[in-house]
């Protein structure tokens, strides 16, 4: 029994030590999941935060689409207007002082149609520039980054490692 018990011995005495390294892989595999537990709740706040940031966007996108739709609608209407007002009554208006100046009614008509050109080509490109500010670009970019960004990020990772 003796012999039994002196070859338990030895072999008890290996174990104590691995016992030991195993217990410092778990707290190290514990101190491990703590930290990606941690880094995990960063990137949800972070996930969140962007989330709110994007919603916030939209809406004041959305905010300055009303207003830049709603001045186009305003111009297209002055625009309307702009033709039968300034056609009835400038034109009449001026046709009637520069007839009086120069005595000829086609230096005058010709005079005429191009004022109103000219006018006509402001509104047009007031109204181009006021409609090219409607939209959600902004949005957009956000919703991509938000999105898209982790496949974009796993491409990348992947090219690295190869």
């Known amino acids: 029994m003796q012999h039994n018990e002196s070859a338990e011995a030895p072999a008890h005495t290996p174990e104590q030590p691995a016992s030991a390294a ?19 709740q960063s990137v949800r706040q972070a996930y969140s935060a962007q989330l709110k940031l994007t919603g916030q966007i939209a809406t004041a996108e959305w905010q300055l689409t009303g207003r830049s739709l709603t001045l186009a609608a305003a111009l297209v209407v002055c625009f309307g207007a702009g033709l039968i007002l300034l056609w009835g009554s400038l034109l009449i208006v001026l046709g009637y002082l520069l007839f009086q100046v120069c005595g000829s009614v086609l ?19 007031s109204l181009g520039y006021v409609l090219s500010q409607a939209g959600f670009a902004n949005t957009l970019q956000q919703i991509r980054l938000l999105f898209f960004a982790a496949k974009a990020e796993d491409n990348n990772a992947h090219s690295t490692a190869s």
């Open 22 to 40: 195993m217990s410092q892989n778990t707290e190290q595999v514990l101190e491990q999941l703590a930290q990606l537990a941690a880094l995990a």
């Open 107 to 125: 230096i005058t008509a010709a005079a005429l149609v191009l004022l109103q050109a000219g006018l006509l080509l402001w509104c047009w490109r």
